[in-house]
């Protein structure tokens, strides 16, 4: 079976200070993980995603997450917040024998504040 | 290009109806995907399709749910005898279909059963 458990169901930050959303997955084969982030009243967008290559992945906006195994975390960080970041973050798992269907966690709400 | 599309955007309906969810991949996309996300909740699989059959249909929640994809682009999820417990936005999300790609998501059709 695999899970994600995304430890932080609300973040606040100020505009301008780092972002840390938290994850960790758990998964009986070698997982492909991806961070998606929904605007609201706008469809899901994909952020970042990792396939066993590079464990430091760079996705869009400014973003990174890095794939730690001995900690089976995939935390979304980001240097610099600007208020357009403010959205619902969903740290996402699948392998690829489960047909690549995608197991979501239950979201962060990333608040960006002035 | 043309994402994925899904019709219609909103959908009410009485409890008891029967209702028809339609989706529209990215054109060249094989694999085919619905998820389900309740309010406050992360998308969650239903049924996955590769060309013209289910894959995967573990997700269904019971055989009141049905989706079909008989040429392999457009598919339609089908629900009989619709409860208030199956509100919810419904997802669509296509993909080449080969190993751990992107799945692009379409807007969602919003249900409210009354």
């Known amino acids: 079976a695999q899970s994600v458990t995304q430890l932080d169901s609300h973040v606040s930050v100020s505009e301008g200070t780092p972002v840390l959303l938290r994850c960790n997955y758990s998964?009986?084969?070698?997982?492909?993980l991806f961070w998606y982030v929904q605007h609201p009243n706008k469809g899901l967008q994909l952020l970042l995603k990792?396939?066993?290559?590079?464990?430091l992945v760079k996705g869009i906006n400014g973003f990174e997450a890095e794939f730690k195994k001995s900690e089976t975390s995939f935390h979304l960080t980001k240097p610099s917040a600007h208020m357009s970041d403010a959205a619902e973050y969903f740290c996402?798992?699948?392998?690829?024998?489960?047909?690549?269907?995608?197991?979501f966690g239950t979201g962060t709400q990333l608040k960006v504040e002035l | 290009g043309a994402g994925v599309s899904q019709t219609p955007s909103n959908k009410v309906t009485e409890k008891g109806k029967y209702v028809e969810l339609r989706c529209d991949p990215i054109?060249?996309?094989?694999?085919l995907y619905w998820y389900r996300q309740s309010l406050g909740q992360g998308p969650e699989f239903l049924i996955y399709?590769?060309?013209?059959?289910?894959?995967?249909d573990s997700g269904l929640p019971n055989d009141r749910f049905f989706a079909v994809r008989p040429e392999g682009s457009v598919s339609t999820l089908k629900i009989q005898r619709t409860e208030r417990g199956d509100s919810a936005v419904y997802l669509c999300?296509?993909?080449?279909?080969?190993?751990?790609?992107?799945?692009?998501f379409g807007p969602g059709t919003r249900l409210t059963v009354l």
């Open positions: 399709f590769q060309g013209t059959g289910a894959a995967d």
């Open positions: 998964s009986s084969y070698s997982p492909s």
């Open positions: 999300a296509s993909s080449l279909g080969r190993g751990p790609d992107t799945q692009y």
């Open positions: 054109s060249g996309h094989t694999a």
């Open positions: 996402v798992v699948s392998f690829t024998g489960g047909g690549n269907k995608l197991t």
């Open positions: 990792y396939t066993s290559a590079a464990t």
